[in-house]
């Protein structure tokens, strides 16, 4: 295997891997979440197929790049990687400022010579002017993957457009947290901590935007003895805000408002089965909240 098709093997490896890897990250996050539960499969099949089609930009555009360094005596497979991994945007750019010019083999000395020089700069033998063709295969060279890396550009901009505007719509998007379905936000959330460890979900936030709503999955292994036990401290609470915890499990729905508990909260759990409850926070405009919720 010569070195151009050695290069050329790596390149299709590192490409094949990284797609790879765009599949296990939804494959694990599918696993390790709901999955897309609450959310209309148009969506994430918009945001795979986004990443699918930038990735493919990059790679043709990378394919173009590496076949000009060829004919310009740099390096293909760094300039190539360059281009694939800063984005074809910011790594063309890079590539056109700093790439060189075509240059020719001197027939005296075999030292690569610019194609507008009159003389070997490093023997002095006249080069000879061939017809313009050399100029002319500079620029359309390889026009396959200029023109399936701008079909990829163009379709990757339609898939996020349509994932924008269909986020934007809230179509498909599961947000009532009442729902047995997961809960998916359009909002924001300002988080300092939040994490869950031996079951007990722990969450401190400065701030959410109307409504936004946290929630965790906990399981009730004793549904007539246990409690679920809150304890929660908003450090401001402006005038009509409120922070309700919900309890949902199939049918079985309940609302609790904990703006202002005095003491941690003990819940009965006996309207509920045992097995797997959405757990959820509902933030309306308190701020600066601590709060530790558990089953026990």
């Not at 740099?74 to 790594?91: H, K, Q, S």
């Not at 017809?131 to 550009?153: E, Y």
């Not at 401290?233 to 202002?260: M, R």
Request: glycine residues 8%.
């Amino acid at each position: 295997m010569n070195n151009a098709d050695k290069n050329r093997f790596l390149f299709s490896i590192g490409v094949s891997v990284i797609l790879l890897l765009v599949f296990l990250r939804f494959g694990l996050y599918f696993l390790k979440s709901d999955g897309f539960s609450g959310l209309s499969m148009l969506l994430p099949v918009l945001l795979f197929c986004f990443i699918l089609f930038a990735l493919c930009t990059s790679a043709f555009f990378a394919a173009w790049v590496y076949q000009d360094c060829k004919k310009r005596g740099d390096d293909p497979v760094l300039w190539a990687i360059v281009v694939f991994a800063a984005t074809p945007f910011i790594g063309l750019l890079i590539y056109f400022l700093r790439r060189s010019e075509i240059k020719t083999i001197c027939p005296a000395c075999g030292h690569r010579v610019s194609i507008k020089a009159k003389y070997c700069e490093e023997c002095g033998t006249h080069m000879e002017k061939e017809d313009n063709s050399v100029m002319v295969k500079q620029g359309t060279h390889h026009l396959k993957f200029i023109i399936a890396g701008i079909v990829s550009m163009a379709l990757m901009l339609v898939c996020l457009t349509g994932f924008i505007v269909s986020a934007v719509a809230g179509n498909g998007i599961n947000t009532n947290a009442a729902s047995n379905d997961r809960v998916w936000n359009l909002g924001t959330i300002r988080m300092n901590y939040s994490s869950c460890r031996d079951g007990v979900w722990k969450l401190d936030f400065r701030s959410a935007s109307e409504g936004f709503v946290k929630e965790q999955n906990m399981t009730i292994a004793d549904a007539d003895a246990q409690l679920l036990y809150a304890d929660v401290s908003c450090g401001k609470i402006p005038d009509g805000a409120a922070l309700v915890l919900w309890l949902v499990q199939g049918e079985v729905v309940k609302s609790i408002d904990v703006t202002n508990l005095s003491q941690p909260l003990e819940y009965p759990l006996n309207e509920f089965k045992n097995g797997k409850v959405h757990v959820r926070l509902q933030i309306n405009g308190v701020e600066n909240t601590v709060s530790e919720i558990y089953i026990q």
